[in-house]
């Protein structure tokens, strides 16, 4: 196998464990990254890889939050967690939205809206988006500042931003999850957390749905970069999402609204310029 192929491997790790977390569209990244620098592999492996991909920075999430997500406690008087329980029954009820259009039409959003032109609408948007609703938000007070303070109801909402992100790539589903939580008062810190708990169903259905549509079996080198890439994408997650969870105590979200309008009209113009140049 090229050693080359496994560098680029890291590399799209690295940039998914960044962008995984922070709210400027990972998918948005990996599109133009892939335009220049492109693994050695068939488009199959490419699609699926780009989503399975993001199993490492998941598994980061499970990681840093274990007490937080697992609700079982054992010792010599085992507990179990009401509160966490809870917490997942209303993270599936988040989920609902999602799994039912991913599931019934997840060819159809690729063949249709799996294109610069929509990444680069998405990033705009949300990037003023963020400004917008940070600024509304500068002299509001949070109404839920725990985790246990999310009703079902809340949930649901979240959930139907993250389906906007599941249908229009350039989104993120981090952003317009965060987006929508502080839209229907919800603090910073946990609209994060919440989002980060809610990845974590997300990311292994997806992940599962992309790994059946490819198949199970797997070329050596075919393996090698995914799970170098995985691998990566973990370690990097592990120090994005607790440089995001410092950062948000003293700074708003603002930054990376203009960091995705910036992104977005960088994308736009690299694919108008260069593609219709080709052509």
């Known amino acids: 196998m090229d050693f080359i192929e496994i560098l680029k491997a890291i590399l799209f790790g690295i940039v ?9 569209s990972s998918t ?12 050695n592999v068939s488009e199959e492996f490419w699609k699926m890889f780009e989503v399975v991909i993001q199993l490492g920075a ?4 499970v990681l840093l939050f274990w007490h937080q997500i697992f609700p079982f406690q054992f010792g010599k008087k085992p507990i179990i967690r009401v509160d966490i329980f809870s917490m997942w029954f209303k993270i599936a009820v988040a989920c609902v939205p999602a799994a039912v259009i991913g599931i019934l039409f997840d060819d159809m959003i690729d063949t249709m809206f799996y294109n610069y032109q929509t990444v680069s609408i998405m990033l705009l948007l949300f990037g003023v988006l963020f400004i917008v609703i940070e600024n509304r938000n500068r002299h509001l007070k949070p109404s839920i500042n725990q985790m246990e303070e999310i009703t079902y109801k809340t949930a649901l909402l979240i959930g139907f931003f993250q389906l906007i992100a599941a249908v229009f790539p350039g989104t993120s589903r981090s952003g317009a999850t965060i987006i929508g939580a502080l839209l229907i008062g919800v603090s910073r810190t946990v609209a994060a957390e919440f989002t980060f708990f809610l990845a974590i169903p997300v990311m292994f259905g997806a992940s599962l749905l992309k790994i059946i549509k490819f198949g199970f ?13 995985m691998v990566v994408a973990f370690l990097v997650s592990i120090l994005v999402i607790q440089f995001l969870l410092s950062y948000i105590k003293k700074n708003d979200f603002k930054v990376f609204g203009w960091y995705r309008i910036i992104l977005g009209i960088a994308v736009l113009l690299y694919f108008m310029v260069f593609h219709t140049a080709a052509v």
């Open 217 to 229: 079996v797997f070329t050596t080198s075919e393996l090698i970069i995914l799970l170098v890439g």
């Open 28 to 39: 948005g990244h990996m599109i133009l990254l892939n335009e220049f620098v492109t693994l």
């Open 16 to 24: 998914e464990g960044i962008t995984e977390w922070l709210p400027i």
């Open 58 to 61: 998941i598994l980061a999430v």
